[in-house]
């Protein structure tokens, strides 16, 4: 079982910026595809960005241009930094690694993102 543990959530004004982590319990060289999703009060969980382990990458149209999403596979760490945030990328955001092909998926706990004024 991997263990993924998201952190670097808080409360950002909008306009600001927050880089998330999500540190794996084994290499992350060995997860296919990883990804960040958020899900808002009242709504459905929904993709963030997605990453692979040949660091192809795809984000939602509603982030593309403001988030980036990375991997560090020495360290473990999976990363989404966010930039020009509004009220409504507030949502709590969750860590994922995956893979269809060899049948696993993985979740963190989840951190919570607030934007507001």
């Known amino acids: 079982q991997v263990q993924l543990v998201e952190s670097g959530g808080g409360l950002v004004q909008p306009g600001g910026s927050l880089r998330l982590s999500c540190t794996a319990s084994?290499?992350?060289?060995?997860?296919?595809?990883m990804g960040w999703y958020r899900q808002a009060p009242g709504k459905q969980r929904e993709l963030v960005a997605t990453i692979t382990s040949g660091r192809s990458t795809n984000y939602a149209d509603s982030v593309k241009g403001r988030f980036t999403i990375s991997r560090d596979n020495a360290k473990n760490i999976m990363y989404l930094q966010m930039n020009s945030l509004k009220p409504e990328d507030t949502a709590v955001y969750y860590c994922r690694g995956y893979s269809d092909y060899a049948g696993y998926d993985f979740w963190g706990q989840g951190t919570q993102v607030t934007v507001s004024s």
């Open positions: 084994v290499s992350i060289i060995s997860i296919y595809s």
